[in-house]
């Protein structure tokens, strides 16, 4: 089974600015991007869809993949709340843990093709940017959900913005 994990991002509030007093920020995510769990190759005489994800969940060590038909739309939104001492553009958002895997299923004379596409329900992240900072005060955690931030700097901030400069 050939698998490619990634996070993607699939909800984002608006933009909020922050007057140079700072304050609070509260703010709801919106769907942006939306993802569909589905699983293809299964048949009556190939692999179920069961079997297919439950090979997947035990090859990961994960439980409670998206099962087919499940949208990422269906998640409850996110009401992000942040700080800040002085002047901001703040976004807040919202990313999945996603899976792509394409498997072969061979019983007999019986060969099955498929692929899935989940993510583990377990696995959302939330968190804030700030256009206004630089990317790699904002980027640097080491974490893999790093992109999830990266992607949301490239959808909200100004090309020109502190948080789209180069490092």
């Known amino acids: 089974m050939a698998i490619g994990k990634d996070w993607s991002l699939t909800a984002l509030s608006p933009l909020v600015k922050v007057g140079a007093k700072g304050g609070t920020v509260k703010q709801d995510t919106k769907p942006v991007h939306t993802l569909t769990a589905k699983v293809s190759g299964t048949s009556k005489t190939g692999p179920s ?8 969940e035990k090859e990961l060590s994960w439980k409670h993949l998206a099962r087919p038909g499940t949208r990422t739309t269906s998640a409850p939104a996110v009401l992000w709340q942040n700080e800040f ?11 999945h843990h996603t899976v792509t ?26 968190g804030g940017i700030n256009c206004l900072e630089p990317r790699t005060d904002q980027i640097d955690t080491g974490e893999d959900s790093d992109v999830l931030a990266e992607q949301a700097i490239a959808e909200r901030c100004a090309k020109n913005s502190p948080a789209r400069k180069a490092a």
Do not use: E, F
């Open 85 to 95: 001492d002085g002047k901001a553009q703040s976004a807040a958002y919202v990313g």
């Open 49 to 56: 869809t069961k079997d297919v994800l439950a090979s997947l």
């Open 101 to 126: 895997a394409d498997y072969r299923y061979t019983c007999g004379k019986t060969t099955a093709k498929g692929r899935v596409v989940t993510w583990a329900q377990q696995s959302t992240h939330s």
